[in-house]
């Protein structure tokens, strides 16, 4: 058995162990934090899967961001409930039952593969040249699953009018209050001075990379928001009103200039979403990077919450 086995091996039993003890914890604070452990645990065992845009994604959105919001809404019921938040028994043996009919489900699927898996890889990367791209998860995701892409934004801008119409008809276009996490101290105001930079050249070069190799907007815009708010948190810079121009328009930039570019490939390409010849590598990238800005920002005031004070004049 050689080092690489021996370390798979306590990884799988690691995950089902923190996995376990996040169902099991009766004190949910906790329960979020072994949550963000499983789903960091998760993007290592997607790496030695040679599955490095998924680890990438489960690292930042699955235990970062994800994690990041279940934490905010645990304060929130702290705020809002006190102490006492424990659910009903029924409740709670409902929910145990649900989750062992999906285990059951999954374990099915995944335990009784079909002889002759089907698959469209082959063609895929036939036609990956094309493209011009050189990651075989961005050309499936721009060329043969664009509409998918896009409406994947959509919904993400969705999602952020949801967490908005929870705020009360008189804080509309306020202020996010982020009082749910951390007070200002010198350690945090220290590591937002230190990390922001960093944090930008890397949601840069993952942006960049993404054409060629592992990388890409979800993954750039999620460290553009997790910067942002460390900033904000910090209280380095003030939270802005939801109601700011500059704001709305980095939120639609990237959908609107993603289906411009598919709307103008119905003329110069025959099709929705297609791309000219010769051309399909630099509108990608150009997707790309507006993608970037709109994720960030998008993710980053999902994070901060709804509207709880008024605009100052």
Do not use: H
């Amino acid at each position: 058995m050689t080092i690489l086995s021996i370390f798979d091996i306590g990884l799988v039993v690691l995950i089902l162990a923190v996995g376990a003890a996040s169902i099991g914890m009766r004190e949910a604070f906790s329960a979020v934090i072994g949550f963000v452990v499983y789903g960091l645990l998760l993007s290592i065992a997607w790496v030695r899967l040679s599955a490095v845009d998924v680890a990438l994604t489960e690292a930042a959105i699955g235990g970062g961001m994800t994690g990041m919001l279940m934490l905010g809404a645990v304060a929130r019921l702290r705020f809002a409930k006190g102490n006492d938040s424990r659910t009903s028994l029924p409740v709670r043996l409902a929910a145990g039952i649900l989750c062992a009919l999906v285990a059951a489900g999954l374990a099915i699927a995944v335990l009784s593969p079909p002889e002759v898996i089907p698959t469209l890889a082959p063609m895929a990367m036939e036609n990956l040249p094309q493209s011009g791209l050189g990651n075989p998860v961005a050309g499936v995701l721009f060329v043969y699953r664009a509409l998918d892409t896009l409406l994947e934004k959509v919904v993400l801008i969705l999602a952020l009018l949801g967490v908005w119409s929870l705020a009360p008809d008189r804080m509309w276009g306020g202020i996010p209050g982020l009082r749910v996490y951390a007070q200002p101290n010198s350690k945090l105001t220290f590591l937002a001075q230190l990390l922001p930079p960093v944090g930008i050249v890397v949601a840069v070069y993952m942006c960049w990379v993404g054409a060629k190799e592992p990388g890409g907007a979800f993954q750039g815009g999620t460290v553009l928001a997790a910067m942002w708010l460390l900033v904000m948190i910090a209280g380095l810079t003030s939270v802005p009103s939801i109601s700011q121009r500059w704001l709305r328009l980095l939120l639609v930039a990237g959908p609107m200039i993603f289906l411009a570019i598919g709307i103008a490939g119905m003329v110069l390409a025959n099709a929705f979403l297609a791309y000219p010849a010769g051309y399909a590598k630099p509108l990608i990238v150009a997707v790309e990077v507006a993608l970037t800005l709109s994720i960030g920002v998008a993710l980053g005031l999902l994070a901060a919450g709804p509207p709880e004070r008024v605009q100052r004049p």
